[in-house]
Nanobody, 116 residues
Framework: QVQLVESGGGLVQPGGSLRLACAASGFTFSSYATRWYRQAPGQERELVAGISSAYGVTNYADSVKGRFTISRDNAKNTVYLQMNSLKPEDTAVYYC?????????WGQGTQVTVSS
């Protein structure tokens, strides 16, 4: 059974940090590109960061460059998103995605709220 399970969300003050994790099972994780998306209330889902399967090439949305870091541990079948210098506008549900060819899997999401 294919699963992507996110964890690490929560409430944090502006300027704080959180580390999200997404644990994968049921497929060959190392072959899949993985991405983090987010969706704020009333807004479309947007790509936050991605990391390739083979060489770990990363890409980021302009809004998070320099603050967020995506990484993966293929031995643990896990992808991470380190989020620093968080802002209220980072508040959203964060989703993990794994994609390879026509195979496209999503997690259930984890809430991140940045508020004082």
């Amino acid at each position: 059974q294919v699963q992507l399970v996110e964890s690490g969300g929560g409430l944090v003050q502006p300027g704080g940090s959180l580390r999200l994790a997404c644990a994968a099972s049921g497929f060959t994780f190392s072959s899949y590109a993985t991405r983090w998306y987010r969706q704020a209330p009333g807004q479309e889902r947007e790509l936050v960061a991605g990391i390739s399967s083979a060489y770990g090439v990363t890409n980021y949305a302009d809004s998070v460059k320099g603050r967020f870091t995506i990484s993966r541990d293929n031995a643990k079948n896990t992808v991470y998103l380190q989020m620093n210098s968080l802002k209220p506008e980072d508040t959203a549900v964060y989703y993990c995605n794994a994609q390879y060819s026509l195979y496209d899997y999503w997690g259930q999401g984890t809430q991140v709220t940045v508020s004082s």
